[in-house]
């Protein structure tokens, strides 16, 4: 049987030597006062929470790509992709039988597009005027978008 011991030493703490083993950190005085924070929560109420809020990316999206887009590869067994993007970094894609909304960084470049309880995915995305047929397109990793919603 496996035990456990649980051993206590008074007036010890992890700060009472320094890193290198060398001299011991000397008690606080009336000369130091202390200024250790100590949790005044009554017993049986919650604290609030302060923590941080984690600030969101700045969601942007180009104006050129503002707007509904279909294309993808034309051998995909569920269709062409239909991509919807808003002014305010929103996007929202659906196939046949799949589909994931969520809001888009641009930079440069890359469009990152993050959806809840996804991991970001980074795409490479351009939009270019294609004289043959007198429209912009929409290039997300070299997949081409026509503007429009697909059918198929």
Known sequence: MLGLILVTTSGCSPHDADSSGGNPTPPISATHPDTTQHDTTPPGTS????TPPVAEPQWSVPDSVVG?????AND???GHWTYA???KGE???ANERAGFQGHVVTKGSIMTFYVKGSTPVR????VRYEETLGM???YLDGYSYVPGRCRS
Request: proline fraction near 4%; glycine fraction near 8%.
């Open 76 to 78: 995909q067994a569920n």
């Open 68 to 72: 509904v887009w279909c294309g993808g």
């Open 136 to 138: 912009n397109l929409l």
């Open 47 to 50: 604290r609030p929470d302060t």
């Open 85 to 87: 993007f808003t002014d």
């Open 91 to 93: 996007v929202v894609a």
């Open 123 to 126: 795409s490479t995305w351009s």
